[in-house]
């Protein structure tokens, strides 16, 4: 691997309070789109995902259903990683933060920030958020109350749920010292967070200051301790961000680990949802700087998923007491694996907040997978094993010509890179149809059947399905971190098997790649037609 760049993507860790839902799902596909991409692209691919399972959340989680703490944890490893194995998800790692490997980075941290000049011992005394992990100041709960007409109350600004009053000695990391900083890099690096609003939204939250951060806690004790003062545990996002680093090599002793680390970090992409992205580009850089470490390049906050309603067209909330949450096995069950990988990466703006409907997931997957790309595939290979005996046509001279497909399809792939690199799936997947959509006009245009019936244009037949075939084996190629399963298969009936695993997308994609004379099989539909089904 050592000729190939490294290109190292992650999702957040994920809470073990609750099975993986929709946007956990969701959230983690994206990273394996792009993790699939990047292998296809010749980069040696470090993706990460994992549990985060420490904090006073996921301990009363665990009581609650009479269990320790890492008995619950243990319990919920199979549904992450069950889901995953599901979904095709790729990942190299899984980390979770009651790995040995975890405990020793932290505790490395805790002596590195102690050394850096940057923690100070005192004394927390003001508002907690147990299902964010959230310490809001005085202030700010005051400013939320009076906002949302809440007074009194002293709820969550941003769940809204009670907050907990806490009182217990605590160390605090000097966050205050990095509004600068962090101000410098935004400016300095103007693509570090991702879109562009999200960095506008970041940036007016640091020039309004910064508040030093109670990163140790006394009150509970399912946490990872404080090396130099053991009666402290660490706060959770003072644990759970370093996973990132963890997991190549941080804090290890052995020379091979310290050379994943310098190979792989820093990190090309985090993934994170929008309502953690203040940890993972004020908090997480911060503390990254305070020991001197390379900052991530990349912060990529998603939007949320909301459901459409039938009736009033409106976006909400999904939640179990409206009655319209969605678990991913309902969509699973609708579209299949590759159909639910397809509606989630090409029909969501990934920035922003998505409303989702079965009507709409029905409506993506008959127009681009059952009568677009299924019926391509179908209708095309049907016709070469037809006309051709079976097998792929004799490609003697093929090359010389030059069709309408061919045409569209240069220059093709770097349209399509061009999408990928920015996380622009659905752009990407605009580029693919362009072709698909193209290669289905051409069979209306040429008329093969017709063509057939006249042996004076044989060359015209085989220059036809040949261009046909070569328009399916480039869609497939570029289709495959959407839908890796399909694509193989595509490939497979056309006996490019040596291609499934490809890793230079570029000149796999240059128009003449298929094969001649070889056997080719229709096989069952790629993507049946959906019933309509009522919501």
Not at 208 to 225: A, E, M, N, Y
Not at 422 to 440: E, F, P, T, W
Request: hydrophobic share 40%.
């Amino acid at each position: 691997m050592a000729d190939k760049k490294p290109f190292y993507i992650t999702t957040p860790i994920y809470y073990v309070n609750a099975a993986p839902h929709l946007g956990t799902a969701y959230c983690t596909l994206l990273a394996d789109v792009q993790a699939r991409y990047r292998r296809a692209m010749g980069y040696d691919v470090k993706f990460l995902t994992g549990m985060d399972e420490h904090g006073q959340k996921v301990a009363e989680a665990a009581a609650n259903h009479g269990l320790s703490p890492q008995e619950w944890c243990d319990s919920q490893v199979p549904l992450f990683q069950g889901l995953w194995e599901q979904l095709e998800v790729s990942n190299d790692d899984f980390i979770r933060t009651t790995d040995s490997r975890q405990f020793k980075a932290v505790q490395h941290l805790w002596n590195k920030m102690q050394e850096s000049g940057y923690l100070y011992k005192g004394s927390y005394d003001g508002w907690y958020c147990v299902p964010d992990e959230t310490y809001f100041t005085e202030n700010q709960v005051r400013k939320s109350d009076e906002e949302h007409n809440t007074i009194g109350q002293h709820l969550c600004p941003d769940c809204g749920r009670p907050l907990e009053r806490v009182q217990e000695e605590s160390y605090f990391f000097k966050l205050s010292a990095f509004q600068k900083p962090l101000l410098a890099l935004f400016e300095e690096h103007p693509d570090f967070i991702q879109p562009a609003f999200r960095m506008n939204e970041v940036r007016s939250f640091v020039e309004g200051g910064l508040q030093d951060l109670s990163v140790s806690r006394t009150s509970f004790d399912w946490g990872i301790p404080v090396p130099f003062d053991t009666k402290h545990v660490t706060y959770v996002w003072f644990d759970a961000l370093l996973n990132y680093m963890t997991a190549v090599g941080y804090g290890a002793k052995d020379d091979e680990t310290h050379a994943q680390l310098a190979r792989f970090w820093p990190a090309q992409y985090h993934l994170v949802g929008k309502d953690i992205i203040r940890f993972h580009c004020v908090i997480w850089p911060a503390m990254l700087m305070a020991i001197g470490a390379s900052l991530p390049e990349h912060v990529f906050a998603h939007g949320f998923l909301t459901v459409r309603n039938p009736q009033t067209g409106a976006a909400e909330k999904m939640s179990k007491s409206r009655g319209n949450a969605i678990a991913p096995s309902d969509v699973i069950d609708l579209l299949g694996i590759e159909g639910y990988r397809y509606y989630f990466m090409t029909d969501v703006s990934h920035g922003e907040d998505c409303a989702i409907s079965f009507e709409r997931m029905e409506q993506v997957y008959n127009a681009d997978l059952a009568n677009s790309w299924g019926n391509l595939v179908s209708r095309t290979l049907n016709m070469s094993a037809k006309y051709f005996d079976g097998a792929t046509p004799n490609l003697d001279g093929w090359l010389d010509h030059t069709g309408t497909l061919r045409t569209i399809a240069t220059g093709l792939v770097d349209q399509y890179c061009a999408c990928m690199e920015q996380l622009d799936y659905v752009g990407a997947k605009d580029v693919v149809m362009k072709l698909i959509h193209a290669a289905n006009h051409f069979i209306e245009d040429s008329a093969p059947w017709n063509v057939a019936k006249d042996a004076a244009r044989a060359e015209e037949l085989r220059n036809i399905i040949a261009d046909l075939l070569e328009a399916i084996r480039i869609s497939a190629l570029l289709f495959t971190p959407f839908m890796p399963t399909t694509s193989a298969e595509v490939l497979r009936r056309m006996s490019l098997e040596d291609q499934i695993a490809c890793d230079n997308l570029s000149q796999a994609c240059v128009w003449g790649g298929i094969a001649a004379n070889v056997a080719v099989t229709k096989g069952d539909a790629l993507f049946p037609r959906l019933a309509a089904k009522k919501e």
